[in-house]
């Protein structure tokens, strides 16, 4: 009963989900169901004075009878199939708006949660979902197929009950023998619920678990099939039989899943045909007892058996269709996860930026660790001037790229706070505070969009800004080579598109931060791909832009920190040092081991040409 309750529950939770995208549906679909439910009954009704009347020889009423029932079964008919069309077009639309709102739900999703709270996943499973459920349409052909069969029941038991009924009053053995029957189908079916719910619950359980392994076959066909980049590198390495391994216990699963799944499901369905037809036995011998009696006229037998008919179809569809719509509640419970998901981002206020002249950021007593680990920020404290060039350094693991989402407002500290010109960033919207920076990520991000719209971000350009930023960046002289130059499209899913080497890529992430107006510039490794000439001209062009736009850069390439006014030192997740390259030197012997490991490889290999080795 427990169960019942909560997949009724759940049922309720979908119903209300849907209705979301799709209010005018459900009436809509409850009066379909109900003209449909109807219509055969009416049929029946029909036939049953027919018969009647030829038995007891009145054939003149029978032309009467044929225009009122036949017309009106006509009538609901005709008027669901037209109200059918409407459904199936808006149901159709209403998927729409639901598959919008899933794939758009990442824009309202806060950074932190995106990257630390298993949203992608979530995203991920719900996609999937999406598509193995049929979404709406689907939810409404379950959802017509549960209201026409309920109703399609209580009305096949009013006329049941009617026909089991009549002359109880008359006999009192009658009333006996109806009492003892229904004890006798309610015992039956009884019985019969009870295997049928064991059936449904394992269905239930399997289910969830081909959901689970679903999703896996979802990352699979993101990650894999649909990723160029990655069907290259795993010919490049021969990765056919570990990713053929891994998928293929999951296949296989799927496979057994799959089949257990349909033999419950028959089995179900067996079970449901017994419970009708064990009813159907019982209630036919009352019947033709009462017949037998004189207490009802002969042509009832064909209510009885049309009402049986349309119920036992009814209850089969019934209970199918419970098991869909569980199972579809099941899928959409991911979509609904990810989408009321406008909880409050990092900077999450409205206050007006404070901008100024000159302005400063502040760590106050900053703490972070990422959702369920250790800390890697210990209790910074920083007074960052926006002003001329910083460089960070530190060994990898040491925070830089963490300290710079902090600054970002992109992750809350977990203890202490950050301030913009002595306001904590909180109190800002993040787009207003993000609007501030233009940043180039370690892992930036190349689109398939033309080389144009990768630097703008935009599908529109300012084609002066454009032109300079290009021609200042290097990136001119293999773009006018190119035959559609800036309007090229870069191929990362297509191998048909320009493919940009790896140092062209970081020098379109490098544009595209010079592109956007900010305040301040945010390098992280700006040059890792860049081949020696390009690098200097990079850092030289940092140096120069600085005057005007201040810069932070993170870089292993510490001689580039001769460039800096200033350098901010990280170890183990703190701020080991800050100063200008020479007053480090002198004071942190950590940076010096920094400094000189570099220079001794320079040395080493003046040594080695030395030597001729
Ligand atoms: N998304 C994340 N979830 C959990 N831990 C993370 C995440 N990103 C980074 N870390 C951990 O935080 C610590 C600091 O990482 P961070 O990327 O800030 O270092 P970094 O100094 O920028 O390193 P690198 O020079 O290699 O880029 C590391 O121990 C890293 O494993």
Known sequence: ??????????????????????????????????????????????????????????PQSIIRIVLYFYSAAAMAYVGAAILQRFLDIASVRANERLKTAIYEAWEKIDFQQLETQGYFSKMMKSEAS??????????FTQFQNLIQSLVTIIAGLGLIGWIVMV???????????????????????????????????????????LMNLERKMNYFLMNIVNSYENIKAIKMWGLREPIQNR????????????????????????????????????????????????LLPIGQLNTLFGSVVQMTNAVSVMIATWQQFLRFQNQMQYASDILPSEKPTATSGNATLPLQTKNVIEFVHVSFAYADGP?????ISLKLDLQGATALVGVNGSGKSTLIKLLLGLYRPTKGKILFNGQDISKFTQADYLALFKVVFQDYAIFDF??????????DQDQGRLRDIMMNNGIAEWVDRLPNHEKTAIGTYSQEDFQPSGGQRQQIAVARAQYKHGIYQILDEPSAAMDPIKELRLFSKIKQVSRDTPSLFITHRIGAVTLANKIILMRDG????????????????YFRELWHSQADMYAFDANLNATGE
Request: no cysteine; aromatic share 8%.
């Open 450 to 459: 033309s080389i144009a719209q990768n630097i703008s971000a935009s599908v």
């Open 574 to 589: 703190q701020i080991d040092g800050i100063g200008t390259k020479s007053s480090l030197l002198r004071q942190s012997a």
């Open 247 to 294: 998928y293929r216990t999951t296949w296989k699963s799927e496979k057994s899943a799959n089949h257990k799944l349909i033999i419950n499901d028959s089995l179900s369905q067996i079970v449901t045909a017994v419970m009708a037809s064990f009813a159907t036995l019982v209630l036919f011998i009352l019947v033709v007892f009462k017949i037998k009696e004189g």
């Open 375 to 379: 800390e890697v920020l210990h209790d």
């Open 1 to 58: 009963m427990k169960h019942r309750k909560t997949e009724i529950r759940h049922a309720v939770g979908t119903v209300r989900f849907i209705y979301r995208f799709g209010k005018s549906l459900f009436g809509l679909t409850l009066l379909i169901s109900i003209l449909n439910a109807v219509a055969p009954l009416i049929v029946i009704l029909g036939n049953t004075q027919i018969l009647n009347q030829i038995l007891s020889n009145r």
């Open 167 to 209: 002359g109880t009053t008359k006999s009192s053995r009658l009333a006996l023998i109806i009492i003892m029957s229904l004890l006798l189908i309610l015992l039956g079916e009884y019985g019969l619920v009870l295997i049928y719910q064991k059936l449904t619950h394992t269905n239930i359980k399997l289910f969830k678990y």
């Open 130 to 139: 999406f598509r193995y459920s049929g979404g709406i349409p689907a939810f």
